[in-house]
T-cell receptor, first 112, second 114 residues
Framework: KNQVEQSPQSLIILEGKNCTLQCNYTVSPFSNLRWYKQDTGRGPVSLTIMTFSENTKSNGRYTATLDADTKQSSLHITASQLSDSASYICVVSFSNDYKLSFGAGTTVTVRA | NAGVTQTPKFQVLKTGQSMTLQCAQDMNHNSMYWYRQDPGMGLRLIYYSASEGTTDKGEVPNGYNVSRLNKREFSLRLESAAPSQTSVYFC?????????????FGQGTRLTVV
C-alpha cells in the first residue's frame, strides 16, 4: 500500500479559478513534505518543501499547507493559468534519510 | 543551464536485449538517483549513489545495475530487458542525501520493451 495518497486523481478547472489538491500520508517518522510539478514529458520540478514544524509555504500562486498531526497536506493554486496544466506530486521524506515516498500525482487541466 | 541530462530520450528494446541509460549532472552534486515512473504509481527508487564511489539499492533494484562513473555521471544498465521494465526512467541529483536537500530531475527516458 502506498504510503502517500493523493486526491483527486485528476481535475479540470477553468482559467482564473482556484483549486486545492489533497495529500494524505502514513510515512513515519516524518522529516519533510514536498510538492513537485511535472509537466507532460518532463521531469518533476520542486514547488515547496516543508518540515514538520511548518504549517504553510508559498511559491507564487502555489500555497502548500501541512498538518503533521493529521498527516495531511494540501496544495492550493490561485488564479489558475493554462501553464498550470500538469501533474502535481506530493512527496514525503523519512527522518534522517533521503528515501522519498512519492504519491501517484494529481493531474490538473486548466481550460480557457 | 543544463542541470541533469539524460540520454536517450526514447528507446525501444526487444526482450532480452541490453542497454545503458546515461545520466550526467553539471551542478557538482554528490548524490545521484535513478527512479522509474509507471502509470498510476508514484516514482520508485531503483538505485542511488550517495557519493562518488558508492551505490546502494533502492526499492526496486532487480533487473538493473548501476555505475557511478565519476562525480558527474551515473548510468543505469538493463542486462536483459523484460516487458515489465517498460517505464519512464528519471535520473536525479542532489547536494547530499540528508534532510531538506532538494532533488533536481532530468527530463526522463521513455523505454518500451517489446
Amino acid at each position: 500500500k502506498n504510503q502517500v495518497e493523493q486526491s483527486p486523481q485528476s481535475l479540470i478547472i477553468l482559467e482564473g479559478k482556484n483549486c486545492t489538491l489533497q495529500c494524505n500520508y502514513t510515512v513515519s517518522p516524518f522529516s519533510n513534505l514536498r510538492w513537485y510539478k511535472q509537466d507532460t514529458g518532463r521531469g518533476p520540478v520542486s514547488l515547496t518543501i516543508m518540515t514538520f514544524s511548518e504549517n504553510t509555504k508559498s511559491n507564487g500562486r502555489y500555497t502548500a499547507t501541512l498538518d503533521a498531526d493529521t498527516k495531511q497536506s494540501s496544495l492550493h493554486i490561485t488564479a489558475s493559468q493554462l501553464s498550470d496544466s500538469a501533474s502535481y506530486i506530493c512527496v514525503v521524506s523519512f527522518s534522517n534519510d533521503y528515501k522519498l515516498s512519492f504519491g501517484a500525482g494529481t493531474t490538473v487541466t486548466v481550460r480557457a | 543551464n543544463a542541470g541533469v541530462t539524460q540520454t536517450p530520450k526514447f528507446q525501444v528494446l526487444k526482450t532480452g536485449q541490453s542497454m545503458t541509460l546515461q545520466c550526467a549532472q553539471d551542478m557538482n552534486h554528490n548524490s545521484m538517483y535513478w527512479y522509474r515512473q509507471d502509470p498510476g504509481m508514484g516514482l520508485r527508487l531503483i538505485y542511488y549513489s550517495a557519493s562518488e564511489g558508492t551505490t546502494d539499492k533502492g526499492e526496486v533494484p532487480n533487473g538493473y545495475n548501476v555505475s557511478r562513473l565519476n562525480k558527474r555521471e551515473f548510468s543505469l544498465r538493463l542486462e536483459s530487458a523484460a516487458p515489465s521494465q517498460t517505464s519512464v526512467y528519471f535520473c536525479a541529483s542532489s547536494t547530499s542525501t540528508g534532510g531538506l536537500t532538494e532533488a533536481f530531475f532530468g527530463q526522463g527516458t521513455r523505454l518500451t520493451v517489446v
